[in-house]
């Protein structure tokens, strides 16, 4: 629905919305809604296992935009229920910010598409005994990854019940590769590789907060751009949170004309 006119981008974005949430859609509860006049990918998760209601969209231009975003959005102020939305455009005007901060949401943080050359990338996983990256191939497993991510996250754009799906999606055809870091026998920190053509995606680095700030989780994105070119990528991506940006920089992420920013509407419940 959103183009960029550049494949890799617009892979990128691609996964992006279908793995943001439920990719099994809670078989059917989760009601999607793509609004092709507007521009809008909207996923409504009230009636699901789902916590993530949220709309995906480039910029708002046009009254018919406005007035839509508006309904939408009344939708979930009115019952004080938890809402996101996501702009994705090439610039980062965030023309619409007044708009959304009138309709009751706060601007949580801009994300940065970004992108690496496996090519320049050489760095091998540091050596330690205690630690092991385990493959998530069991029910027990996709649990741990669930703890890990929900301590490690706000969850303005990660739906929990996904992970349960991809493990199921996994059973059937392999999608991605989805593992956990352990010390110890205990789990610390999780990522995700997905296998797109012609281009690898990482996602869902998550570190357990007694764990954080002891480099794990550059270990795990290490680890999985080495299962990228163990798997003959050429090319691997990801969308940055402004805390990961360093880091990513610093192992040759370069980043990309494409902005993530997000909009937040929060409830206690």
Known sequence: MLNFNDEKLNKLVANFIHYMVDPKHDDGNQFIEIDYKNFFHHI???????NLNIVISSHLTTADQFAKAGEIID???????????????????????????????????????????????????????????????????????????????????????????????????????????????????????????????????????????QGYAKEMLIHLLNQAKQANYQTAGLVATPDGLPLYEKLGFKTQKLYFNVYTMHYSK
Not at 44 to 50: A, F, G, Q, T, Y
Not at 146 to 164: G, M, R, T
Not at 176 to 184: A, D, E, Q, W
Not at 195 to 202: C, K, R, W
Request: hydrophobic share 35%; glycine share 2%.
């Open 44 to 50: 409504d998760s009230r009636e699901s296992k789902s």
């Open 75 to 213: 939708q979930y102020h009115v019952n004080k229920t938890p809402f996101t939305w996501c702009t994705i455009t090439v610039d980062n005007n965030q023309v619409e910010k007044s708009f959304f901060e009138k309709s009751g949401l706060q601007h949580f943080e801009t994300a940065l598409g970004m992108l690496i050359d496996l090519a320049t990338f050489n760095t091998p996983n540091r050596e330690n005994p205690d630690e092991q990256f385990q493959e998530v191939t069991s029910q027990t497993t996709v649990h741990d990854v669930v703890k890990v991510v929900n301590d490690a996250f706000d969850l303005s754009l990660i739906d929990l019940a996904k992970y349960q799906s991809i493990w199921e999606l996994n059973q059937v055809q392999k999608i991605s590769y989805l593992t956990i870091l352990t010390k110890n026998n205990i789990p610390v920190s999780t990522g995700n590789l997905y296998f797109e053509p012609e281009l690898a995606i990482i996602d869902d680095i998550a570190t357990h907060s007694n764990h954080q700030k």
